[in-house]
């Protein structure tokens, strides 16, 4: 439904309406009332065209944290563009603590898609810094009864603070994105430390934990295999790289070592070492499994890959448009290019401390196996490749995008309940980051 | 490697597609054919774009036309690029998706065909890894299933088995619609399968079974607590299930003389639509405990009598007319159509489910080409309620409560009941409370045959129909063309394109004080 997002028309630009463009101005009090008002009018004008009335259809509510109104908008751009569970109400609380004053205003809108089949509304509530206390008090009131309730709050949350633990306390799930916070071990931890204070009410969940779900599928899928299956138990080294910018800006590692926290968590595999070695763009740690073999694990950045933060950006409907980058670039007589090639990729980027690299050795009766998964170029696909002696097997290269890389947000709204997977891959990258208390990993 | 022996695979925990697909290759029969190239190859594309399919995946597609690998890549290409959901092809995935497609030139009854397919799967197996695993698809008129599963066999190919043991490898066979022409003939065809593959690696495809709508039904009905209390004669009038088409043969007309409505939809894909409805909650959700309810309503119909046809069935044939201002052909003028040709294209039933929960309740079907809309929907029509408390507004004057699935298009479920028009006045009036499956999740659903065929290759026959299913149906069917065959021509009445078909389908509920639901 990558469409829907071109063909969405807001039902009311207010002349004269001031603040978040295109969204009428209402008073804090009657945010509901107002909105029944512009459904209605709504409904009013489709039935005078002849067309059928909308019924409010409810799935969800999102309300997302962030910190301005340009940031407000741009999370409405994707929220509206969501394709895969459609909020039938996103609340966006745009505070930002650098604003002095005591004022809080709310806007509202509605939308459909020009072919009525889908449509959602909108509240946007502006804080300055004296008011954000008192948000919980005008949000909560505004979560839809009895429909699971989703937080997501952009950049760094205020950890421990009364606002985020309210309105955490009145969701089912909060999202978060790890790279998208200055100290990769210090968020990574302070998550884990929500996760178990919360276990049994909100659910917790990271943008990054999805963004990477075609990378573990991929490395799952080679041990499908009954040939590979047994080098699972063998694996003597891993390598993972991730996408940082340029050499002298901070880099981002909790994808990396979300991803080694989930193979860790699975394998059984426990930190030998309480601090890693290395220094620069790589750090070495040693891990041990059940049996006492150890297990090598480098975590390293590489420099220089574009980066943007997803939902900051202005590409039209990052979060679901799946048109390959590539698509223009079939010869004319549609044979395959080469997909080392870099394609159209004026505008390649990865979101910050994006997977580019996971590389697997084992070792078998002294024979060795590789397994690894490498970003190409282009930065859109991935190419596999599997070396087990005395087994053919082709390598494959995967379109990230359809796999769901883009996509996280919707990804996230599909899961209500605790993600156990997840959960233990939080506590081990915790750990192996330093950030957790020491406990086993399983 | 003995895949038996296999230890699970901890890193499958959590992940989106729990079962994993062991590397295998598909083998079409009918590469060159439209199934193939609108349905088939573009489904597989569209499972390695997005699932994805394990690199060691692979097709061999065996026609009978003289093309290289590279024609039926770029074939394969080229349909993809017209039909697939996900058009244009990746430029980067076909890549490497395209490495697996082969092509093999061979009559379908030629053994020397299937010996050099002996080969070229061997080769495949050792240069991809695809350990012995292969599914064959049928893609080819019906008169060739027994044939190919012969040689099959004859190949070593088929390694028919009774018991789960695909330790070297499974061999399993698709097999499409129709199954049998009639009762006889489908227990042969199925005698002719059986001797080179058993009942377990048989899936014959309908694909109605693979729309996401029709697998919701088994979720609305057990996923939910309120819907199953109120699933029985005690509460339900009727239920309705229509699958109208606005479409005529379209080319189609030596397939559809043979087969007409009765065999084009109502053995097969209405008879699912029923059995889903009616079936009682299964032990659990495995292929054999599904199925073995599925069978369990259609051994409760009990096959018409003759002296029933004339008050329980209707046929109709679509005659010259217009749709949409546009003049459409008679189906008598249609290509390779008998001028006079008897062959039904509507038909409507009234049939019963006679066990504890549905006894007394009609179920009316009705199929046809040429309706007025192109729609498929099952509507539940409960009781009214037995008494009307509100003065002024009888009882008989309120419109039942409806529970209608809408399968095709704006897929989605409808109630309708009874409210008060605001106001001094008691006024009562119907409305409709609408989910609508776009609206509420815009995702855009996989097609149906993506579903059957990994399900295929994951070795889930749940959304595959078994042969006792089709023999049941088969029986039903038989013994209403059996009356048929015995009526006059003039017993087909001919209906204006663009209705809702003849009136005798009408009379055929008004009968029973009741009428179809305006859709």
Known sequence: MSETQETQQTHQAEAGASGVRGMRPVALDAVESELDNMWRDANARIAAAGGHAIARNSVLTLVAFTHGEDDARHLLRRIHALSTQHPSRAIIVAADPHDRGHDMRAYISTYTSTDLASYGEDIVVVAQSEAIRHLPGLVLPLIVSGLPAFLWWTGEPPWGSELLEALVDGSDRLIVDTTEMAHAAQSVGALDDLMRRKAGRCAVSDISWTAQTPWREVIAQFFDAPAARPYLDTIERVTIEYAAGEEDAPTNSSQAYLFAGWLASRLGWRAATSQPSGVGASREHALRDGGGRTINLEISARYGVPQRIWWQSDEAGSEVDDTPPDNGASSQNGRAQSSAQPAATAAAWVRPGALMLVHLTARLNGARATFALAREQDLAHATTLCQIPHTATPSQTIHLQSLGERSPLAAQLQELGHDSVFEEALDAAAQLMGAGPRRGVR | ?519
């Open chain 2, 1 to 519: 490697m003995d895949i038996a022996t296999v230890q699970p695979n901890p890193l499958r925990a959590g992940m989106r597609h729990a079962r994993s697909v062991q590397p295998c290759v598909m083998v079409i029969f009918g590469a060159t054919g439209d199934l193939t190239h609108r349905k088939l190859l573009p489904a597989l594309y569209n499972l390695a774009l997005e699932q994805p399919l394990p690199p060691q995946f692979s097709v061999v597609g065996v026609a009978r036309r003289p093309f290289s690998n590279d024609d039926f890549r770029q074939q394969a290409l080229d349909s993809i690029n017209q039909f697939s959901r996900r058009r244009p092809v990746n430029q980067a995935v076909w890549e490497t998706f395209s490495k697996g497609l082969y092509y093999h030139q061979s009559q379908f009854d030629d053994p020397e065909g299937y010996e050099s397919l002996v080969e070229l799967l061997k080769q495949i197996d050792e240069e991809r890894g695809t350990l012995g695993n292969h599914i064959f698809y049928l893609a080819t008129p019906p008169s060739f299933y027994p044939i190919i599963a012969d040689h099959l066999s004859a190949a070593g190919l088929a390694r028919r088995r009774r018991a789960e043991d695909d330790s070297k490898g499974y061999a399993r066979i698709i097999v499409e619609k129709p199954f049998g022409h009639d009762l006889q003939s489908a227990l042969a065809l199925n005698k002719e399968l059986n001797k080179a593959f058993s009942e377990r690696q048989i899936y014959r495809i309908d694909h109605y079974l693979g729309k996401e709508t029709v697998q919701n039904i088994m979720v609305l009905r057990f996923g939910n607590g309120i819907f199953e209390p109120i699933w029985n004669r005690r509460y339900v009038d009727n239920v309705q299930i229509t699958v109208a088409e606005t479409l005529g043969v379209e080319g189609r007309g030596d397939y559809y003389e043979e087969a007409g409505a009765m065999r084009d939809m109502v053995q097969n894909h209405m008879m699912q639509l029923l059995t889903l409805v009616g079936m009682e909650p299964p032990v659990n959700f495995d292929a054999d405990a599904v199925r073995d309810e599925k069978v369990k309503v259609l051994r409760a119909i009990p096959p018409l009598m003759e002296n029933e046809i004339a008050a329980d069935t209707v046929r109709g044939q679509y005659g010259l007319g217009m749709i949409g201002g546009q003049p459409v052909k008679g189906y008598c003028e249609e290509k390779n159509v008998a001028p006079a040709s008897k062959t039904e294209t509507f038909v409507a039933l009234k049939l019963f489910i006679e066990n504890w929960r549905w006894a007394g309740v009609p179920f009316y079907l009705r199929t046809g080409k040429r309706l007025a809309k192109r729609t498929t929907e099952i509507a539940i029509q409960f009781k009214r309620p037995p008494y009307m408390l509100f003065r002024g507004t009888g009882a008989d004057q309120l419109q039942p409560n409806v529970l209608s699935l809408r399968i095709q298009p704006n897929e989605g479920i409808s109630l309708f009941f009874e409210a008060k028009v605001p106001g001094q006045e008691m006024h009562l009036r119907g409305v409709n409370m609408d989910f609508l499956y776009g609206s509420s999740f815009g995702v855009e659903p996989p097609e149906a045959y993506e579903r059957l065929l990994l399900e295929c290759m994951l070795g889930d026959s749940t959304l595959f129909t078994r042969i006792d299913e089709t023999e049941y149906s088969w029986t039903l069917v038989d013994s209403i063309e059996r009356a048929w065959a015995k009526l006059p021509a003039s017993a087909i009445p001919q209906y204006e394109p663009g209705t809702w078909g003849p009136k005798e389908a009408d009379a055929l509920i008004e009968r029973d004080g009741r009428t179809w639901r305006r859709l």
